[in-house]
């Protein structure tokens, strides 16, 4: 019954912004490190972004270092990411996925995971 569902995905312009939303539920959500994955065709599924349990910390990748902001709500039981100066090689489907206790970068590690949301970043 654990669902992570994202959502705010889109087609944008070179240079444009996007928030995306993953929202959880069947889960005590404070208990978890969150993370943000994503897959363009052809390629393995790569690390973008992660925040721990509290959102004290947080870890990206080198190519979105400056440009993306990771951040949780407990709350809400959401978790964002914010995306500016979005560049072509950012399209991708950007994935969810929720860890227990401690923040990682692989997701051979990440318990659940989300279904994707597709952005499309044109040149």
């Known amino acids: 019954q654990v669902q992570l569902v994202e959502s705010g995905g889109g087609l944008v312009q070179v240079g444009g912004s996007l928030r995306l939303s993953c929202a959880a539920s069947?889960?005590?959500?404070?208990?978890?490190?969150m993370g943000w994955f994503r897959q363009a065709p052809g390629k393995e599924r790569e690390f973008v972004a992660a925040i721990s349990l509290t959102g004290g910390s947080t870890y990206d990748a080198d190519s979105v270092k400056g440009r993306f902001t990771i951040s949780r709500d407990n709350a809400k039981n959401t978790v964002y990411l914010q995306m500016n100066s979005l560049k072509p090689e950012d399209t991708a489907v950007y994935y969810c996925?929720?860890?227990?206790?401690?923040?990682?970068?692989?997701?051979?590690?990440?318990?659940?995971w989300g279904q994707g949301t597709q952005v499309t970043v044109s040149s």
């Open positions: 996925a929720a860890k227990r206790v401690i923040v990682a970068r692989s997701p051979r590690e990440y318990d659940y």
């Open positions: 069947g889960l005590t959500f404070s208990r978890y490190a």
